[in-house]
């Protein structure tokens, strides 16, 4: 069991990278540097300019996401006592991969729609949700994910915050792919209104700024409450750190590293809500 534990973390730190790196595509405006699919200028090796460098790296990664997703199954499944524990979860792992897959040509092909960008965005999280999960599992008990689960009533609240931290990612996405980050160039209203009206581009980055305070509120009261966990402190400081790199990022006009940090933190917080909730249960 422990020697799923080293290619598990790797493959975490890989997927985190290449979601991070899609966001300096973004950010830098070269989704459309290899503007054709799987090729990229219908060349292997493409030409050697920025744009298409920066896709190009994030195609690299990708792939070798998908290298070390393949060297994982196949450990799991030459293992009698891996294939009957983790079997299923490695068929999940991999029917997600190809979807996401298939997504990267389709955002290609329909040059970066935001709808498919946003749900291309949203497969990885669920793939590095999997991922992230299956590698705590291993660190922590050595056994299978399947261990008997305390029931705190903070539980199923933690589990909320969770799917309310991927929402919000998803939301973001769509205002930076539509290009709606500053349709509301003004901190904390919206255009001079604390409620715009709610039509177009200004929808999506007022829904982004309601959830980012739903999600903070949250966290603040899941952290005073449990605050003995160790993750607490952690999951405090992303959550404070993320939204003072929100505001930044509209008071100083979208500066590039601070999209980029704050596509980093948004997802390093998602997955401490993660190692919050699993520390639940056990308390």
């Known amino acids: 069991m422990k020697t799923l534990s080293k290619p598990l973390w790797l493959l975490t730190f890989l997927t985190y990278l290449l979601i991070i790196w899609g966001a300096v595509v973004r950010a830098s405006g070269s989704g459309l540097g290899c503007p054709d699919w799987p090729l990229c200028h219908g060349q292997i090796i493409p030409p050697f300019e920025k744009a298409v460098l920066i896709e190009y790296v994030h195609r690299l990664l990708a792939s070798l ?3 070390v997703t393949c060297v994982v199954c196949i450990k799991v499944w030459r293992e009698a006592s891996l294939r009957a524990k983790f079997g299923k979860k ?3 792992i991999l029917a997600l991969l190809f979807v996401q897959v298939l997504l990267g040509g389709v955002t290609v092909k329909s040059e970066l729609h935001p709808y498919i960008v946003t749900i291309h965005l949203g497969v990885a999280l669920v793939f590095l949700t999997f991922i992230f999960q299956w590698a705590l599992s291993v660190f922590a008990s050595g056994v299978s994910m399947d261990r ?3 029931k705190s009533k903070w539980f199923p609240v933690a589990h909320f915050l969770l799917l309310l931290v991927f929402i919000q990612i998803l939301l973001g996405g769509m205002v930076a792919s539509s290009n709606a980050g500053l349709i509301c160039p003004d901190f904390p209203t919206c255009n001079g209104l604390w409620m715009p009206p709610l039509h177009g581009l200004v929808a999506w980055q007022f829904l982004h700024r309601l959830f980012a305070f739903l999600v903070f509120i949250g966290v603040l009261v899941l952290c005073f ?3 003995s966990l160790k993750s607490a402190k ?3 400081v992303f959550a404070l750190l993320q939204m003072f790199l929100g505001i930044a990022n509209i008071l100083l006009g979208l500066p590039f590293w601070i999209r980029v940090a ?3 933190i948004a997802v ?3 997955l401490m809500v993660m190692v919050f909730s699993n520390e639940l249960r056990s308390n």
């Open 262 to 264: 704050h596509s980093g």
């Open 90 to 92: 490695c068929g999940i």
């Open 268 to 270: 390093l917080l998602f």
């Open 234 to 236: 952690g999951l405090f």
């Open 65 to 67: 996401v998908g290298i």
């Open 148 to 150: 008997p689960v305390v």
């Open 225 to 227: 409450v449990k605050r």
